[in-house]
């Protein structure tokens, strides 16, 4: 059996088949959600989906089959190269849309998903492999400089652009990153209270004054104030209606010689549905509210499913960070968990009112290619962190110390 086969075969193919599961679910969302649609270009979505998904797997298996530790010399020219883009983004580029993308040629692709992926490797280099190097990194305070370093210069060119939720995301996987790097918990502790004192400041100066009026809109929703219905309040109220007149089943499941207005709509073209009838924007249907339009076709049982099917794989990425052999396949996985909780947390809170809108994509479900791509890629070095597990490396495991190597570090251990 050759190695690669071996490779192939040690896959951990429990997740690969929820992922799966999630690609196919969000690439059916996506044509039902525009199938009704005639003579516009959100027709075709979902065969360039389909396209971004091909493209993905070639990033997923090359990442996989390749050994995850030579992150440890590519990691710092992607980041750079990341960050280049990121400026040229913001200074020249060429914006598509209300958000900060990047075209070249007939390609556009949103540089800060790059930088946040290229971020998450750099980092774990940081705070995983500098103490093998020297002494000196074993101190906390210099891995947290650098790292905080790292993380600071491409969540301010974001927040720049601006985007605020890719700018949280920074936050959620640097916090997580920093726990499982061994960084002090005192450390810690003082930036969470740093981070706490700047909100005030953050929300007065740093935000944009629609930023604001999300977060106000969400506040008065929450506690029943009077809103805007017809501005600032009009897609969260009309979520909350699609997702809430769904009811168990959803609207997609009713016998067709029922019309009655007390049942639900009885099929997927049937002008009850709040997602077709326009009052959600159409261009964000299949991208940031995907959720609403699944919640509101398949109800409650197709929205749990979906969340289930989120928590199984985030399951199985804990167990495989579990067995990970050394600290850089853990921190490894662990930004791709903080990556993906977070991206479904804010995503489904937003469509619930259980946060304000913040724009940020369902993993693996909404359209948009650069974002399937880079979760792919990252999924594929979480894949290789399990595959390599129980490779022959050229150093010793953190968990064991292979027998025939322990002369080599003390004598004294030989007669243990």
Known sequence: ??????????????????????????????????????????????????ISIGIGLVFFFAATLIDYRWIRWGALPMYVVSIILLLSTNHGGDKVGAESWLRIGPISFQPSQLALVSGILLLSVILGELPKIHKIFESSFI?????????????LIILAEPDLGSAMVWLAVLMLMLVMGKILLRYIIVIVE?????????????????????????????????????GSAWVPKHNLIAIGSAGYAGKIHTDPENTSLTANPVTIDNPKLVTQMGFIPKNVAINDFIFV???????????????????????????????????????????????????????????????PITGLPLPFISYGGTFILMMLFMLGMCQSVWVHRTHSLDEPDDRKLRQDELPLIHPALTRI
């Open 143 to 155: 891995r947290l400089s650098i790292a905080g370093i790292v993380a600071t210069v491409p969540c």
């Open 1 to 50: 059996m050759t190695p690669l086969f071996r490779k192939l075969l040690g896959i951990n193919w429990l997740l690969m088949s929820v992922v799966a599961v999630l690609l196919i679910f969000g690439v059916y969302s996506i044509h039902s959600a525009t199938n009704h649609l005639t003579g516009d270009n959100l027709t075709t979505k979902w065969n360039k989906q389909i």
């Open 293 to 355: 339009t699944i919640a509101e076709r398949y109800g409650f049982r197709g929205a749990t499913l979906l969340i289930v099917l989120f928590a199984v794989s985030l399951l199985l990425l804990l167990y495989m960070g579990y067995r990970a052999r050394d600290s850089l396949g853990k921190l490894i996985i662990a930004g791709c968990i903080a990556q993906l909780f977070f991206h479904v947390f804010m995503n489904i809170g937003m469509c619930v009112l259980l946060v």
């Open 194 to 230: 740093i981070g706490l004192i700047a909100l005030p400041i953050l929300y007065f100066f740093g935000l944009k004054d629609y930023q604001k009026e999300r977060i106000e809109t969400w506040l008065n929703m929450l506690n029943d104030r009077p809103v805007d219905e017809l």
